[in-house]
C-alpha cells in the first residue's frame, strides 16, 4: 500500500482536529501541528490509527520568526514527501475599530494567519516536487469576500491568504501541485466563542447575531473534509486558485466544466467594475 501524508496545522481543536481524524480514517499518516502541545496530544489520543499508519505531533509558535526551522527537522526525520497540507491555524487577532486596536496584535494575527501559512507552504512545495505533485489548502474565513468591520487583522489577513493561493496556485500548476482556498461557513468554534465574549459595540450587532446562531447550530464539518480530500484525489487535482465555500457552491460538478473553470475567472477575488452592475457612467 502506498503510504501518504497529510500535514496539519492548527490541529488542536475545531476543524484541525477534525481534519485530523477524518484523514486517519482516509489512511493517511499525519503530521500533526499546534501551538498548544499539551492539547494537540490530548487530541490525538481520540484519533484511531491503523498498525501501518504513523503520526508526528509538533508543537509550535507560527507566531514566532523562524518556527519553521525546528518544525521542518523535526518533518524531515519522519518522512520524505507530503501530499497534503491543509493550513488551519489562525488567530481571531484584535477586533474592533481598526483605530482603537494595539497594533502589534493587529501585527500578530496577520503573521499567524498569514506570513504563517505562506512559509509553511514554501517549505512544503520541495516535498511536494515529484512525480506525484500534491495538495495545499488554505482555510479562508470571514471577510476574505466581504467587508467585515471591527475584525480587520483576520479579513484583511485570510483575504491576502486567498490572493496568495491563487497567485501561487498560477506558478506550481506544471509541477502537479494544485493550491486552492477553502471557506468553511460559520463554524461553532473557539474563535467564535471569543465574539460573543466581546462587546455587541466593538463587533457589531450583526456580527454578535451570526456567532449567536452558529454556536447555538449543529454543525456538521463532514463536507469540508469530503472537499479537502476531493481536491486530492483524481479529477479534483485539476480545480486550482480557486476559493471554494462548502456550502454554497456546488464543488462537487465542477469536475465536468473543468475547461470553462481554469479559463475563467469564477471563484477568485477580483474587482467589480460598473459595467458588472450595469453603471455606464464609471468605465472608459
Known amino acids: 500500500m502506498i503510504k501518504r501524508t497529510c500535514l496539519i496545522t492548527g490541529a488542536s481543536r475545531g476543524l484541525g482536529k477534525f481534519l485530523s481524524g477524518f484523514f486517519a480514517k482516509s489512511g493517511f499518516d499525519l503530521i500533526l501541528v499546534s501551538s498548544d502541545l499539551e492539547s494537540l496530544e490530548q487530541a490525538s489520543k481520540e484519533i484511531r490509527l491503523a498498525l501501518d499508519q504513523e503520526i508526528l505531533l509538533i508543537g509550535t509558535d507560527l507566531s514566532k520568526d523562524g518556527f519553521e526551522v ?11 514527501s507530503i501530499d497534503i497540507l491543509i ?29 504563517a501559512p505562506s512559509m509553511v507552504c514554501h517549505k512544503v512545495i520541495p516535498f511536494m516536487d515529484n512525480n506525484n505533485g500534491g495538495t495545499i489548502i488554505n482555510i479562508s474565513g470571514g471577510g476574505s469576500s466581504g ?26 500548476t506544471s509541477k502537479n501541485i494544485n493550491v486552492n482556498a477553502i471557506a468553511p461557513g460559520v463554524m461553532p468554534t473557539d474563535m467564535l466563542k471569543e465574539v460573543l465574549a466581546t462587546s455587541e459595540q466593538m463587533v457589531g450587532r450583526k ?12 454543525f456538521d464539518m463532514t463536507d469540508i473534509g469530503t472537499l479537502c480530500l476531493f481536491l486530492y484525489e483524481s479529477m479534483g487535482r485539476k480545480i ?15 469536475v465536468d466544466h473543468l475547461e470553462e473553470l481554469n479559463s475563467s475567472d469564477v471563484y477568485t477575488l477580483r474587482r467589480i467594475v460598473g459595467g458588472d452592475r450595469g453603471i455606464e457612467w464609471g468605465d472608459k
Not at 92 to 111: M, V
Not at 207 to 218: C, F, G, H, K
Not at 240 to 254: A, M, P, Q, R, Y
Open 87 to 115: 493550513n488551519c491555524a489562525a488567530v481571531q487577532g484584535p477586533i474592533g475599530p481598526f483605530s482603537d486596536l494595539e497594533f502589534k496584535e493587529w501585527e500578530s494575527a496577520f503573521r499567524v494567519n498569514f506570513l
Open 240 to 254: 486550482t486558485g480557486k476559493l471554494i465555500s462548502v456550502k454554497w457552491d456546488n464543488w462537487e460538478h465542477w
Open 70 to 80: 525546528e518544525m521542518f527537522h523535526k518533518i524531515d526525520g519522519f518522512c520524505n
Open 207 to 218: 456580527e454578535r447575531d451570526i456567532a449567536r446562531r452558529a454556536i447555538e447550530s449543529d
Open 147 to 172: 467587508l467585515r468591520p471591527n475584525f480587520s487583522a483576520y479579513a484583511s489577513s485570510k483575504t491576502a491568504l486567498v490572493r496568495f493561493t491563487e497567485t501561487i496556485a498560477s506558478e506550481l
